[in-house]
């Protein structure tokens, strides 16, 4: 339905921060929940934040304090800004339509301590 590319991802130093872009291929104003998702190597896909559509928000704890998701319907853009970044935040960041199980390529975010 519709294509999701993520990008932004890159690497940083422990306490570094980036800004990860999804980009849908068209109007995200009907979609309801957007969420970005993240896998390590050897590891399952975990649920890092969550964004409704009218802009409610929900953060894994692991995310809290550090991670903020955005969603900007006339971009048609997903965002998910980190800041604080730790080694273990290290993994393919994906985002996607909540309960929806079609996933992209990702983009890799590695954290260097």
């Known amino acids: 339905q519709v294509q999701l590319v993520e990008s932004g991802g890159g690497l940083v130093q422990a306490g570094g921060s980036l800004r990860l872009s999804c980009a849908a291929s068209?109007?995200?104003?009907?979609?309801?929940?957007m969420g970005w998702y993240r896998q390590a190597p050897g590891k399952q896909r975990e649920l890092v934040a969550v964004i409704t559509k009218s802009g409610s928000t929900n953060y894994a704890d692991c995310a809290k304090g550090r991670f903020t998701i955005s969603r900007d319907n006339a971009k048609n853009t997903v965002y998910l800004q980190m800041n604080s970044l730790k080694p273990e935040d290290t993994a393919v960041y994906y985002c996607n339509v909540a309960g929806t199980h079609n996933w992209g390529q990702g983009t890799q975010v590695t954290v260097s301590s």
């Open positions: 068209r109007s995200i104003v009907s979609i309801g929940t």
